[in-house]
């Protein structure tokens, strides 16, 4: 099932469902409990036999990475579903399956935990910048280094490397805040997503995560259960083409940097 | 002897920042914050860094970067590395 035909509408936004209530939330406590024990057990698997298989048997490593990246893609779409059985009722806003067809540097905001888990699953065979230290998190460790993401603690090489990739054509998933905020901080978007784009001439691709009531955000356990079913709502917004903010085809450092601070403004306006 | 050369060091810098980073040249002083005051942010230090490499040849460490704050920072760095940084200005 793609994503677009399980686009169904369950629960209209604020009406009451099973999933409230005591027992809603005993049943959301358990089926959280129980989502996050599936997680690293399906990682540890994805480590420990699939991807020494993959290394055994695929020995072009651009091959490779195209079937982790589609197997990613699969099981965390496998893993966004089953929590959203009893944990969400989710949305997609917006064209999909049109934006699939062309290359794009897709930017969202970073609300909780699982968005990443989502893009991954909406965009199979996207590239990601990931945060570094999942190259030695055992649980995530195999599956970023099987994909072949992009590490997020080397700007130089980050820069390059990220800018070499989409000139090739890929998309990249992005979240040009850097991390999560925590409740009562309020998120900062780095320039670095614009840049990439004015330097690689890719369209970005701004996505707005809508989650409500808020859940697993930085510094929130999984164990605090929201106390409504949530919605988990995913706007994809009109591409923007950098070239739009730069005045010649060929710009100086001056102008790079001024287009990038103001598509970067737009992306606030757009996504926070 | 050193003295004008710091001085000369901070003013090339200063120059550099003005024409290819957009920075206000009235902000500058020695002991400018690079990032509140002067608006620098790290993908300005990745790219200054390949600008003083393309430009001089020399390679400073990002390590020796990372500790950078101020204005004089970077003179300090470039002064003990010897780079020549009147060839990394723009024709």
Redesign the interface.
């Known amino acids: 099932m793609t994503p677009s035909e399980q686009n169904s509408i369950r629960t209209k936004p604020g009406q009451r469902n099973a999933f409230d209530g005591v027992w809603g939330i005993r049943l959301r406590r358990f089926w959280t409990a129980l989502s996050f024990t599936v997680f690293p057990i399906g990682a540890l698997l994805f480590g420990l036999v699939y991807a020494p298989l993959l290394w055994l048997l695929i020995w072009n490593r651009e091959r490779r990475q195209r079937i982790a990246r589609a197997s990613v893609s699969k099981l965390f779409g496998f893993f966004f579903r089953f929590m959203g059985v009893t944990l969400h009722d989710f949305h997609i806003f917006g064209d999909l399956v049109g934006n699939l067809e062309r290359p794009a540097l897709i930017v969202a905001n970073h609300i909780t935990l699982v968005d990443a888990v989502c893009l991954m699953w909406l965009f199979p065979g996207a590239d990601c910048v990931v945060k570094g230290s999942h190259w030695r998190n055992p649980i995530m460790m195999a599956a970023v280094r099987a994909a072949g993401y992009l590490r997020n603690d080397d700007d130089e090489h980050l820069l390059t490397e990220a800018v070499r990739r989409l000139t090739d054509g890929g998309s990249m998933v992005l979240f040009p805040q850097g991390t999560r905020v925590r409740a009562e901080e309020q998120p900062e978007l780095k320039r670095g997503a614009a840049v990439l784009a004015l330097r690689s001439h890719v369209d970005l691709l701004p996505i707005r995560i809508e989650v409500s009531p808020l859940t697993l955000r930085k510094g929130e356990p999984w164990s605090s259960i929201p106390e409504r079913r949530v919605h988990f709502h995913i706007h994809i917004l009109d591409r923007i083409a950098p070239a739009e903010y730069l005045a010649s085809s060929n710009p100086s450092r001056r102008e790079e940097r001024e287009a990038s601070h103001a598509i970067t403004e737009r992306l606030r306006e757009l996504l926070l | 002897m050193n003295a004008v050369m710091e001085a000369s060091t901070y003013h090339y810098l200063c120059q550099i920042l003005i024409?290819?980073?957009?920075i206000d040249a009235e902000a500058m002083r020695p002991d400018a914050q690079l990032g509140d005051e002067l608006g620098l942010?790290?993908?300005?230090?990745?790219?200054l860094?390949?600008?003083l490499r393309e430009t001089t040849g020399h390679e400073i460490a990002?390590e020796r970067f990372k500790a950078v704050r101020t204005l004089q920072d970077i003179v300090n760095i470039i002064d003990s590395e010897n780079i020549p940084l009147e060839q990394a200005l723009s024709t």
Do not use: G
């Open positions: 024409a290819e980073f957009d942010d790290s993908i300005d230090a990745v790219d860094l390949v600008h990002r």
